[in-house]
């Protein structure tokens, strides 16, 4: 099966990549982790590796084209095989596009919860002050919005109501007073008469004259939750980290047997990123302390009986983390598929709040990005979060000798209300063993 | 603090009441021999003999205008309707003679009389037994209408009702008469009329329900703290007169309000209180006043819509959800 590779999200800001070089030909025979281009995005030049072995059946673009993310970049899979079914799939986006169409932020936005949650996010404000009136004639404001506005002094003409049929209502205002208060350029309360308005915008289009100039970009939902939720989560939960190496060499051999078993049986492939969910689920089940939240307001630390598995997915606005249930139930392939299905949905905004709430543990991979090791913030109300490194050639010594290693760093964010050293490095010791003898994760 | 059930509690208030109260009586179908269709008067008549508990014929029309020439006489009379529904033969007595003698009188005749028994539906009793006559009632000006949702309030406020210089329209619930709750024990257990509780103190919705609706709105605003909201419920407990102002001072502090009546919707009391609450908090509502009624329909008698027919717990929940703007 030929296996199509897309222009991945290389920075938080990237939208588009351009293919600066390509390193490979076509015909030529790859490897996991070959990198076969160079493309340039918004930050920097970057490599671009790809995730599996085969022939580089074809490149679709040429150098100096741009293309979004999620675009088509090659083909890889066996010599001579028909690759006209995934160019039809790709159709249009594949294609270099010029002006490339960034996804533009809806009028309205859901406020569509990010991470999963047992608390409700608290009614999410929607951020307005847009420098020209939003609504054209009647503005629907609730009538407590009205006061609000008036004691304030906010125009309501220039705020994007949150409830329904664009309603503005009390926590409009609120955000707009925060906004307000920022030190934007609009940092004063707009004034009505039309005037002055005119000479902010005119205002805005030339430098200010002093100072270093900026794009003021408009704060999404999705970060904001981020935000709340995060900035909750780390300066509430106490973290401390435990790093461990793990040898990657019999995971890679047993990957790669898989993946030929898979391909026979036209299963999708499994990824390392499978074999870590699976090895963290196995182990969450022997160490119910990790798998567990700490509940303030109940007065309880909550054991949980199920293990759902979170894996962060970076989308265009920022991150999700979409869960598989029951992990430590399920296959390789249908944890495979599964996260594969998770992640297409996360990037298409097609995620229901079925899919991202109720886990009980999260895993976070910087490994394609060629990151060696990072700290993850714990995501409430787990009690844990494994940030999981890249797989790095390394030597190593074996028995006296230095030889040739596969080695990848995973480090546990542990929130130390529910989860103590000894617990966290017991589970730890858990994961490292099913990953450095993958055939116990059978057993 | 004793455990009573609703029924001993409304029977420890009339028995208080005429023991410190000659003038006080008893009277209605089946109130005296057989104690009390629904044992809420059970062994009054042993205490007070048939003089004072007083069993009448099934002729409503008749006994209620006897009350009220009893109450313009000086007396005090207490009129038990086996419910509220059979109260409608009477409706001539009630709405045109006990709540208007006083006015019409110029003050020179008082009517102090209680009107009690039980009020709305009680399941599978079809459409002519299962109204809910608070809203009819309330409509009349020199009527009082309480509707005590838990044993406590139903002594304090009973008391209070049959001191009461005027008529006062007591609505119970069969439903209710055998639940139990705490009733104080202090002597002489008044509960002013007009008063309204806030059985829980609450910062994002307020829901606003009487009677058995009150309980709905309890575990409502159970099932929102679990998800991190906060509600106030309010029990106004008398009708009228409605304590406003306790709703808009809470409404004041939530900006939102979801009223729960299991009366029919059209020109109801959770209409009036909708009305009352834009008059005087209009600059604090976040968003539009829900409230959530009996269907605009009789009472159906098959269980399955008889069940559908009352206010939802369902659809009170999700219509807090809407007004948080939640959903």
Redesign the interface.
């Known amino acids: 099966m030929a296996i199509p590779v897309e222009m991945p999200k290389m920075s938080d800001t990237m939208e588009e990549g351009v293919l600066a070089a390509w390193l490979k030909e076509e015909g030529d025979t790859i490897s996991a982790g070959d990198v076969v281009a160079q493309v340039e995005t918004d930050k920097a030049t970057m490599d671009l590796e790809v995730y599996d072995d085969g022939v580089l059946l074809k490149r679709v673009i040429e150098e100096g084209d741009s293309i979004p993310i999620g675009g088509l970049i090659a083909i890889l899979g066996k010599a001579g095989e028909d690759v006209s079914a995934i160019l039809a799939s790709y159709s249009g986006g594949s294609a270099p596009v010029a002006p490339a169409e960034a996804p533009a932020p809806a009028a309205v936005e859901e406020s569509a919860p990010v991470v999963p949650q047992s608390a409700p996010v608290a009614p999410a404000p929607v951020v307005a002050p847009a420098p020209a009136p939003i609504v054209e004639g009647r503005i629907k404001a609730s009538p407590l919005a009205r006061k609000l506005a008036k004691d304030k002094g906010i125009d309501l003409a220039l705020l994007q109501g949150s409830g329904p049929e664009g309603r503005i209502v009390k926590r409009d205002i609120e955000a707009a007073l925060v906004s307000a208060s920022a030190p934007a350029p609009q940092a004063a309360p707009q004034v009505q008469a039309p005037a002055p308005q005119v000479a902010a915008q005119a205002a805005s289009m030339v430098p200010a004259a002093s100072g270093d100039s900026y794009e003021s970009v408009r704060i999404s939902q999705m970060r904001k939750t981020i935000a709340k939720r995060l900035a909750e989560s780390k300066f509430t939960n106490p973290h401390f980290y435990l790093t461990i190496d793990v040898d990657m060499g019999n995971a890679v051999d047993f990957r790669s047997r898989l993946n030929e078993k898979a391909a026979a049986k036209e299963l999708g492939k499994v990824s390392f990123n499978d074999l870590v969910t699976k090895a963290c689920a196995l182990s969450l089940r022997q160490h119910p302390w990790v798998n567990a939240s700490w509940m303030e307001a109940e007065g309880e630390i909550r054991l949980h009986h199920d293990v759902h598995v979170a894996i962060a997915v970076a989308v265009d606005e920022g991150l999700i983390t979409p869960v598989v249930k029951h992990a430590d139930r399920k296959g390789l392939a249908q944890i495979g598929a599964e996260t594969k299905d998770l992640a297409t949905k996360g990037r298409n905004k097609e995620l229901t709040p079925e899919d991202w709430s109720g886990s009980t543990f999260t895993t976070s991979n910087l490994g394609m990005f060629g990151i060696e090791e990072f700290t993850a913030i714990i995501n409430p109300p787990n009690a844990c979060i494994l940030a999981i490194g890249a797989i790095r050639d390394t030597p190593v010594v074996d028995n006296g000798a230095v030889v040739p290693g596969k080695r990848m760093k995973v480090t546990l964010s542990c929130d130390h209300r529910v989860v103590d050293g000894a617990t966290g490095s017991a589970f730890l010791g858990s994961v490292r063993g099913y990953l450095e003898d993958p055939v116990t994760m059978l057993l | 603090m004793a455990i009573l059930q609703y029924r001993e509690a409304l029977r420890a208030a009339m028995t208080e009441e005429m023991e410190r109260d000659e003038r006080v009586f008893l009277m209605g179908e089946e109130v005296a021999e057989y104690n009390g269709a629904y044992k809420v008067s059970e062994g009054m008549l042993e205490k007070f003999g048939p003089k004072r508990i007083i069993d009448t014929p099934i002729s409503e029309n008749g006994f209620c205008g006897l009350g009220v020439g009893a109450a313009m006489n000086g007396l005090r009379p207490i009129i038990e309707f086996m419910t509220f529904n059979f109260s409608f033969v009477a409706i001539d007595q009630i709405i045109n003679n006990a709540a208007k003698i006083r006015y019409m009188s110029g003050g020179q005749f008082k009517v102090p009389i209680v009107f009690r028994g039980a009020n709305g539906a009680a399941g599978q009793l079809a459409a002519t037994h299962n109204t809910s006559t608070e809203s009819i009632y309330s409509t009349v000006p020199g009527l009082k209408v309480i509707t005590p949702s838990n044993p406590d309030d139903a002594k304090g406020l009973l008391k209070s009702a049959i001191r009461d210089d005027n008529p006062v329209l007591f609505m119970e619930s069969e439903v209710m008469f055998g639940m139990k709750g705490e009733v104080s024990d202090a002597e002489d257990y008044i509960i002013p009329i007009g008063k309204a509780r806030i059985a829980r103190e609450g910062t994002d919705v307020t829901i606003v329900a009487h009677s058995k609706s009150y309980w709905i709105a309890m575990k409502v605003a159970e099932r929102l703290e679990y ?3 906060s509600a106030e419920v309010i029990d106004p407990r008398t009708i009228r007169p409605l304590d406003i102002d306790t709703i808009v001072e809470s409404i004041k502090k939530t ?1 939102r309000c979801v009223i729960i009546d299991e009366s029919n919707p059209f020109a109801s009391i959770s209409s009036e209180m909708t009305y009352q609450i834009q008059e005087r908090a ?6 539009p006043i829900v409230r959530i009624t009996a269907k605009d329909v009789p009472a159906p008698y098959a269980k399955n819509l008889i069940e559908y027919y009352m206010p939802q717990e369902e659809d009170a929940y999700q219509a807090c959800k809407r007004v ?3 959903q």
Do not use: S, T
């Open positions: 998800e991190g909201y900006n209009f600059d604090h509502l976040d968003a948080m703007y939640v």
